[in-house]
């Protein structure tokens, strides 16, 4: 059974950073591109970064680029969002995605719960 | 910038009523173009992939069907367990290349 499990939501200040991890389980993980996606409560889907297996292709969302950083690890199965200079619109839960094949074009064929990340002073 | 639109954003129909939601794409995005089911208070889920392709364990009541720049979800018998907010999402090369449309919330009359 494909298993990913968010970590690292947090309520966070302005301007400070985060980081987020998802533990992937039930697949190869080097075989599969990996996404983060986010929705304010309430609000729809926005795709936020992705990393195809080998970590050769990354891309980011205007919204987050340059201020966020996915990286991945095959060893441990994990996925991870370096997020710095977080703003209130940052606000969200964080859905770790599985893509459907190794590299980075594809759709998403399992999410994770999710966890929240809370932007305020 | 590729837009993704859906009509309509909302949605109440019958038990057992035929439901269709449409996806618009700005440009042509052949047929890459998947669709999400996401029920209150849960993650969102894969339900068609490649424009018309079931994944797995999906009900064949939902369908879908389309290519370039116009798509459609259907469900041919809307059953109380499918009310749920419905999204496309395009996955071609041109940027930006992960879009999801705005959403098509459904739920019975």
């Known amino acids: 059974e494909v298993q990913l499990v968010e970590s690292g939501g947090d309520l966070v200040q302005p301007g400070r950073s985060l980081r987020l991890s998802c533990a992937a389980a039930?697949?190869?993980?080097?075989?599969?591109?990996m996404h983060w996606v986010r929705q304010v409560p309430g609000k729809g889907l926005e795709w936020v970064s992705g990393?195809?297996?080998?970590?050769?292709?990354?891309d980011y969302a205007d919204s987050v680029r340059g201020r966020f950083t996915i990286s991945r690890d095959n060893a441990k199965s994990s996925l991870y969002l370096q997020m710095n200079s977080l703003r209130p619109e940052d606000t969200a839960f964080y859905y770790c995605?599985?893509?459907?094949?190794?590299?980075?074009?594809?759709?998403?064929?399992?999410w994770g719960q999710g966890t929240l990340v809370t932007v305020s002073s | 910038d590729i837009q993704m639109t859906q009509s309509p954003s909302s949605l109440s129909a019958s038990v057992g009523d035929r439901v269709t939601i449409t996806c618009r794409a700005s440009?042509?995005?052949?047929?890459?173009l998947a669709w999400y089911q996401q029920k209150p208070g849960k993650v969102p889920k894969l339900l068609i992939y490649?424009?018309?392709t079931l994944q797995s364990g999906v009900p064949s009541r939902f369908s879908g069907s389309g290519s370039g720049t116009d798509f459609t979800l259907t469900i041919s018998s809307l059953q109380p367990e499918d009310v749920a907010t419905y999204y496309c999402?395009?996955?071609?090369?041109?940027?930006?290349?992960?879009?999801f449309g705005p959403g098509t919330k459904v739920d019975i009359k």
């Open positions: 995605t599985r893509g459907s094949g190794s590299r980075f074009l594809g759709y998403f064929d399992y």
């Open positions: 039930g697949f190869r993980f080097d075989d599969h591109a």
């Open positions: 990393i195809d297996w080998n970590s050769n292709s990354i």
């Open positions: 440009q042509a995005i052949s047929n890459y």
């Open positions: 490649a424009a018309s």
């Open positions: 999402q395009k996955y071609n090369s041109v940027p930006p290349i992960f879009t």
